[in-house]
């Protein structure tokens, strides 16, 4: 796949350059350009897998929200150029799943996760929105990490809470373990692929990023990981409530803020979040996400 043999090009020349941008801010009109860099054809289509639930009332995703059932789903999303694909984020094995449930046992469809793990071997790069265990561990742990990891991209953020405070021990690295994957560092915009840039936006955890992808279409395509938990925390500017989180609250309000100004000014922009089950299903119904792996 061109696509990812350039990226490849730019990601080692990225692993050397400085971070010492704070807080967040982002300019769509800059990332454009930024995806513009890498030539070569861009991608004809997105795919995504759910392979787990949380059930969880919606006041945990959007502070001051109803006390009423909600599921969040657990997905990973497949890009699909015309010579190979691209993942993002890696799906998670039963044990991690059941760290999320707190003690109680929540859905996991083994069959789905399956599907991610054929989808990560025949893809041609991985990456992450962040390092939490429902995205990362299914390139850190069991029989396929050695083969997954040499080419899976981490940011050096990502590692470094691998490392040092890992949201669960089962997605802990050593330092020996953490050389198997590409690592970048990049100060604010790192283009990726063709139509593919990443935008550095620590908050939800210090390696949070969110990824902007341009299909031949024209469609435009926005992942926000676990900026919200729900689209209604960017409609209302409003974050999560949830006590077994912590985030930099000033980044995130500036995250979501630009979010719901792309969200009203930039329809032909399609903004994704990996826990909205209600965004999913609409998207699917509507053909903006395809609802099967390739």
Same mark, same amino acid.
């Given at each position: 796949?061109?696509?990812?043999?350039?990226?490849?090009?730019?990601?080692?020349?990225?692993?050397?350059?400085?971070?010492?941008?704070?807080?967040?801010?982002?300019?769509?009109?800059?990332?454009?350009?930024?995806?513009?860099?890498?030539?070569?054809?861009?991608?004809?289509?997105?795919?995504?897998?759910?392979?787990?639930?949380?059930?969880?009332?919606?006041?945990?995703?959007?502070?001051?929200?109803? +006390?009423?059932?909600?599921?969040?789903?657990?997905?990973?999303?497949?890009?699909?150029?015309?010579?190979?694909?691209?993942?993002?984020?890696?799906?998670?094995?039963?044990?991690? /799943?059941?760290?999320?449930?707190?003690?109680?046992?929540?859905?996991?469809?083994?069959?789905?996760?399956?599907?991610?793990?054929?989808?990560?071997?025949?893809?041609?790069?991985?990456?992450?929105?962040?390092?939490?265990?429902?995205?990362?561990? $299914?390139?850190?742990?069991?029989?396929?990490?050695?083969?997954?990891?040499?080419?899976?991209?981490?940011?050096?953020?990502?590692?470094?809470?691998?490392?040092?405070?890992?949201?669960?021990?089962?997605?802990?690295?050593?330092?020996?373990?953490?050389?198997?994957?590409?690592?970048?560092?990049?100060?604010?915009?790192?283009?990726?692929?063709?139509?593919?840039?990443?935008?550095?936006?620590? $908050? /939800?955890?210090?390696?949070?990023?969110?990824?902007?992808?341009?299909?031949?279409?024209?469609?435009?395509?926005?992942?926000?990981?676990?900026?919200?938990? /729900?689209?209604?925390?960017?409609?209302?500017?409003?974050?999560?409530?949830?006590?077994?989180?912590?985030?930099?609250?000033?980044?995130?309000?500036?995250?979501?803020?630009?979010? +719901?100004?792309?969200?009203?000014?930039?329809?032909?922009?399609?903004?994704?979040?990996?826990?909205?089950?209600?965004?999913?299903?609409?998207?699917?119904?509507?053909?903006?996400?395809?609802?099967?792996?390739?």
């Amino acid at each position: 796949m061109k696509a990812s043999a350039i990226a490849l090009a730019f990601l080692v020349v990225a692993s050397t350059a400085p971070t010492h941008a704070q807080g967040f801010s982002a300019d769509i009109g800059e990332i454009r350009k930024v995806s513009a860099t890498i030539p070569g054809a861009r991608a004809l289509r997105v795919n995504v897998i759910k392979f787990a639930e949380s059930r969880r009332t919606k006041n945990f995703s959007i502070k001051g929200a109803p +006390n009423e059932p909600s599921i969040q789903a657990r997905t990973a999303f497949q890009i699909v150029y015309p010579d190979g694909t691209v993942m993002i984020d890696s799906g998670m094995d039963q044990q991690v /799943h059941r760290f999320f449930g707190r003690g109680v046992e929540e859905p996991y469809f083994p069959d789905a996760e399956k599907r991610v793990e054929q989808a990560l071997v025949s893809a041609k790069i991985i990456v992450m929105t962040h390092e939490h265990g429902d995205h990362v561990a $299914g390139v850190v742990r069991g029989p396929l990490a050695d083969q997954l990891a040499a080419k899976t991209v981490l940011t050096r953020t990502q590692v470094q809470t691998l490392l040092t405070a890992p949201q669960m021990p089962e997605i802990k690295l050593t330092p020996e373990m953490a050389k198997r994957y590409i690592v970048v560092d990049y100060e604010k915009y790192m283009p990726f692929a063709p139509g593919f840039t990443l935008i550095k936006s620590p $908050g /939800h955890t210090p390696g949070s990023q969110m990824i902007y992808v341009a299909l031949q279409s024209g469609k435009e395509y926005l992942f926000a990981g676990d900026v919200a938990w /729900h689209m209604d925390g960017v409609r209302r500017i409003i974050g999560k409530d949830a006590p077994w989180i912590t985030e930099d609250e000033p980044s995130m309000t500036a995250e979501l803020t630009w979010l +719901n100004g792309l969200s009203k000014n930039e329809k032909n922009l399609v903004i994704v979040v990996s826990h909205d089950e209600e965004q999913r299903l609409q998207y699917i119904r509507d053909g903006v996400l395809g609802d099967r792996l390739e």
